[in-house]
Each structure stands twice: as C-alpha cells, then as structure tokens.
C-alpha cells in the first residue's frame, strides 16, 4: 500500500516518537505541508470564506490568507486565527489598491472576450481575443505576485507592483507554472461550478494559496527580502 508517510520522509521508531525531517522546498515540501496541516488549511479556508462575505473584505481576506501560508512555507508552523486577523486589519486599506487594479486588467480580459464575441471581422476577433489573453495572464501573475509580497514585505503599494512586475520578467518559468495551475484551476472551478462548491467550501482557496506561496518563497526571499532587508 502506498505510504503517505514515506514520501514526506517521516519515519517512526517504536517508543522513540515520531521524527520529521520535512523537505526544504518544492512540490514535495508543499504536499508535506499540505498533509501535515490538512486540518488547519480547512479551518482557514472557512475562516478566509467567512471574511470574504462583505465583497470589500476580499482583497484583505486574501491577504490574510497568504500570510498563514506564507509563515507555514517558511516556518513550518502558524497561528490560523491570530495571524489571518492580524494581517486581516494590517492590509484592510491598502490592500485595496491592488485589488482594484488586478479587477481592472481581469475586467479589460472580459470586455475583449466580449467584443471579440460580437464583432464582424475575423482579424479584429482574433486580435480582441489575444488581447484578452495576453491582460489575463498578467492579471493572474500580478494578482499572485502582489499579494504574496504584501504580507511578506514592509513596501509601499507602488513598490509592491514594481518588485512584482520585475519578479514577472525574472522569473519566466514560476510565470508559465502560475498561469497554468491557477488559471487552470479558475476555469476548472467555474467550469464544473456548482460541483466544485463543496471543494472550493472545505479547501480549494486554502491549497491554491499554499501552493502559490510555496512557488513563490524562494524567488521573493532571494531577488526582494535579502536585498531589502525588510523581516517577515
């Protein structure tokens, strides 16, 4: 039978206790963490759903929810609750920037869509619908870029989005992993919507996030955090 303990190299001695040697980085420190803190990543995400009923808690909702991931990536251990509401009220309003300028470039995706729908021509068409393209994938790079950096680092707003865009450039391969995974699983959601509510209701904001942290620590630790000097 496959073993679950095996793969994260945890190894019992019996009557010695149960010794832990998670791995450093990757996928396999993800599905670690991700087994490890299965219970926890279900109580955040209902506690991150809970916080994202008034539409303008959102963006610091998802604030909070980077910041528990974050500190479970990087320390191996978190606070659900105290660290969700701490960041909660730390980013509240200057979350809110961002947030409106990631829906402005998913919003602008969506008006091309719809034009590209109705217009007559085939060469506008196609034109429209590289358009939607291209501003899609830099809302989900910016949006995932932004929003771990935000409670990872003391910048201001227009520092955020420079450091972010420079990540974009820097980092091509994290770019094309991040536009697959969470694009892909967005439209496998609103796909399949309303079968994927039970997922999406018990973990699936919860694993998407701790995903993207886990992806993104190392770059941001090496090309923004030992530059800047700024402590999580």
Not at 85 to 95: A, D, L, T
Request: aromatic content about 12%; proline content about 5%; hydrophobic content about 55%.
């Amino acid at each position: 039978m496959f073993d679950l303990d095996s793969l994260f190299g945890r190894k019992a001695a019996l009557g010695k206790g149960v010794n832990i040697q998670p791995p450093k980085k990757g996928i396999a420190r993800f599905l670690f963490l991700a087994y490890t803190h299965f219970a926890k990543l279900i109580g955040l995400n209902m506690l991150f759903l809970l916080f994202c009923i008034p539409v303008i808690t959102i963006p610091a909702a998802v604030s909070g929810l980077n910041r528990v991931c974050v500190l479970l990536v990087r320390e191996g251990t978190c606070s659900v609750w105290s660290d969700f509401i701490k960041e909660f009220k730390c980013s509240f309003f200057k979350s809110i920037p961002l947030a409106v300028f990631c829906a402005f470039l998913f919003a602008d995706a969506a008006i091309c869509v719809y034009f590209g729908q109705i217009v007559e021509s085939d060469g506008t068409a196609a034109l429209l619908l590289f358009a939607a393209i291209i501003l899609c994938t830099l809302a989900i790079l910016i949006s995932c870029y932004t929003f771990v950096l935000l409670p990872l680092v003391a910048l201001r707003n227009r520092d955020i989005l420079r450091d972010a865009v420079s990540l974009i450039v820097l980092q091509p391969k994290t770019d094309l992993f991040l536009v697959i995974f969470v694009g892909g699983s967005i439209a496998a959601a609103t796909a399949f919507f309303p079968y994927t509510v039970p997922i999406i209701a018990v973990i699936w904001p919860a694993i998407l996030s701790l995903a993207v942290c886990t992806v993104l620590n190392e770059p941001i630790q090496n090309r923004i955090v030992d530059q800047t000097r700024h402590p999580i």
